[in-house]
């Protein structure tokens, strides 16, 4: 069964400075890679993917992440967080015979200015 | 353009009623999925539906089902509320049903059972 573990269940940072959002996975097969951010009272808004070909994704608003097979990791970052990125991010698998998202427990990332 | 839209925004049901919870794709959109949010956890899937037909269901007891119409809009019914279905039930549209495909969340139904 897949699985999505974020370690961190918060995340610090200053304006400016660059951010990492943590998360592993475990899936059978290759992985189809997903970040979301939700913001307070809203649903989730798709940043970013991994499907296949370079370990890094690029995604809206600035945000990259770097898939890493062997520590099947996919971390979000971004090189300078702004106040406005602060909300709770979301990692999630899904394998390639699977209908459905599994998400991970969610990452909240405070940006102080 | 519209994105996914559910209804109401607000509920509030007692112990043993039931519910309806309604959503509305994004345009071309034919594939619509059901997810349960519980408070301080990552959301959890329920259903998806493709073309009308069920495609997948997560690990939820049989008082959760739900339908997809020919407009591909979809309902989210729940049987003999309990306590612990108060959540935000999110909604997801994606235009096919290939595994790669993102999927775009809407605001969602905060259902609360008292």
Known sequence: AQS???PEDQVNVAEGNPLTVKCTYSVSGNPYLFWYVQYPNRGLQFLLKYI?????VKGSYGFEAEFNKSQTSFHLKKPSALVS????????VRD???QNFVFGPG??????P | DAGVTQSPTHLIKTRGQ???????????????SWYQQVLGQGPQFIFQYYEKEERGRGNFPDRFSARQFPNYSSELNVNALLLGDSALY????SWAQGTYNEQFFGPGTRLTVL
């Open chain 1, 4 to 6: 999505v573990a974020q």
């Open chain 1, 52 to 56: 296949t070909g370079d370990n890094l």
């Open chain 1, 85 to 92: 990125d602060s909300a709770l991010y979301f990692c999630a």
């Open chain 1, 96 to 98: 390639r015979g699977g």
């Open chain 1, 107 to 112: 990452t909240r990332l405070s940006v102080l």
């Open chain 2, 18 to 32: 039931h519910v309806t919870l309604r959503c509305s794709p994004i345009s071309g959109h034919k594939s619509v």
């Open chain 2, 90 to 93: 999110l909604c997801a549209s």
